[in-house]
């Protein structure tokens, strides 16, 4: 069986990939995450998981890596991690009360084959009150994540509804991901449960 890399140091990515039994190691992946203005959120998406399984792929060819990253995006902008109380309190106000759409971007690169794929999920907050984001920047959470918010921590409590995978919005769509790697036979065929 190859054995398989995870080009991100991310703890939620980890975590899943861990939750599913998928046996693999870490090495983070240190790639430009720029995105050109006017880049749909799924070709951004699905071009920054590519850049970060090739950076390492090159170094382990003879490895599978998966690589992914993860926007949200809302009025056609697309809102990264924050880098500042400023912006979080930007992108947050901006999806009170509305809908948004989460893209994770999943490259998975062998030495037989490459998949890229992306999975969308409609996100809808509800109203947001100003002492409601300050408390919540206050705890430092929305700093790693893209939008501002963590929908598995404390950011769950701005969620009224979520329209797809909720594990895309956590940063993997993890059955999505579970299936091509069965498919591309880097996975046993059989369950472990």
């Known amino acids: 069986?190859?054995?398989?890399?995870?080009?991100?140091?991310?703890?939620?990515?980890?975590?899943?990939?861990?939750?599913?039994?998928?046996?693999?190691?870490?090495y983070a992946a240190d790639t430009d995450e720029t995105i050109a203005p006017g880049t749909h959120p799924a070709q951004a998406v699905e071009q920054l998981a590519l850049e970060k399984a090739e950076a390492v792929f090159a170094k382990y060819p003879d490895r599978a890596v998966i690589g992914a990253d993860t926007v949200v995006s809302i009025d056609g902008r697309i809102l990264g991690k924050p880098a500042t109380e400023q912006e979080a309190m930007e992108m947050l106000s901006s999806l009170s009360g509305r809908t948004h759409a989460v893209y994770t971007g999943v490259a998975?690169?062998?030495?037989?084959?490459?998949?890229?794929?992306?999975?969308k999920t409609d996100v809808e907050f509800w109203e947001l009150t100003r002492a409601e984001i300050e408390a919540y920047i206050k705890t430092g959470d929305p700093f790693d994540k893209a939008g501002s918010y963590g929908i598995q921590t404390a950011g769950a409590l701005f969620v009224q509804a979520i329209h797809g995978d909720y594990y895309n919005v956590v940063g993997l769509p993890i059955a999505a991901l579970y299936r091509r790697l069965q498919k591309m036979r880097l996975l046993e065929s059989h369950s472990s449960r």
């Open 108 to 119: 998975i690169l062998s030495k037989d084959e490459k998949v890229l794929f992306h999975e």
């Open 1 to 26: 069986m190859t054995r398989i890399i995870l080009a991100s140091s991310s703890p939620r990515r980890k975590e899943l990939l861990s939750q599913a039994n998928v046996p693999f190691t870490v």
